[in-house]
T-cell receptor, first 111, second 115 residues
Framework: SQQGEEDPQALSIQEGENATMNCSYK?????LQWYRQNSGRGLVHLIL?????REKHSGRLRVTLDTSKKSSSLLITASRAADTASYFC???????????FGKGTLLTVNP | GAVVSQHPSWVICKSGTSVKIECRSL??????MFWYRQFPKQSLMLMAT?????????EQGVEKDKFLINHASLTLSTLTVTSAHPEDSSFYIC???????????FGPGTRLTVT
């Protein structure tokens, strides 16, 4: 069953602007991950944040995690047209290391 | 590092035939592989989890006799869609993880079209 819910479902911005995507989940987690998917392609792992972490950075990406609100956000700064893709959050928490994916946010960065 | 390949990248088959999709970890040993299904503009739905040398664990609602999964080695898992029907047309994606970790490395996906 779906656990993560991304918000917004679609986001269109201009190159250079920042893009913020949110993810909410329902059950306790061990970690939360963000993935990127270009149309018709596989997923690329972006960043993993553990339940005892509040913020993590990787290049132009900044992820926050608020376990009290069961939510996470992904910020992409200084966006580029090449950032156009779908972004999914996925939560992990079971002993079998399964991930549960959210519905995704389709980000379009206009040049 | 951590590259996962899938073959074929796309396949068209006739209704009633079986199709095999391969998932390989190229530069690491994948103790666990996962198979997902993705419909257009939707999220990934986990179909099954397979550990090398043991039977796959299927998610609720996934027919294990229709979607046969074999994980015979630490670098190869196969998904066979048996007696395919048009409703099986979808994008199938595998992922692999090394050891007891949550990070998964995804293959590029296989587009299956059943006519």
């Amino acid at each position: 069953s779906q656990q993560g819910e991304e918000d917004p479902q679609a986001l269109s911005i201009q190159e250079g602007e920042n893009a913020t995507m949110n993810c909410s989940y329902k059950t306790s987690i061990n970690n939360l991950q963000w993935y990127r998917q270009n149309s018709g392609r596989g997923l690329v792992h972006l960043i993993l944040i553990r339940s005892n972490e509040r913020e993590k950075h990787s290049g132009r990406l900044r992820v926050t995690l608020d376990t009290s609100k069961k939510s996470s956000s992904l910020l992409i700064t200084a966006s580029r047209a090449a950032d156009t893709a779908s972004y999914f959050c996925a939560t992990g928490g079971g002993s079998n290391y399964k991930l549960t994916f959210g519905k995704g946010t389709l980000l379009t960065v206009n040049p | 590092g951590a590259v996962v390949s899938q073959h074929p990248s796309w396949v068209i088959c006739k209704s009633g035939t079986s199709v095999k999709i391969e998932c390989r970890s190229l530069d690491f040993q994948a103790t666990t592989m996962f198979w997902y299904r993705q419909f257009p503009k939707q999220s990934l739905m986990l179909m099954a989890t397979s550990n090398e040398g043991s039977k796959a664990t299927y998610e609720q609602g996934v027919e294990k006799d229709k979607f046969l999964i074999n994980h015979a080695s630490l670098t190869l898992s196969t998904l066979t869609v048996t007696s395919a029907h048009p409703e099986d047309s979808s994008f199938y994606i595998c992922s692999a993880s090394e050891g007891a970790v949550y990070e998964q490395y995804f293959g590029p996906g296989t587009r299956l079209t059943v006519t």
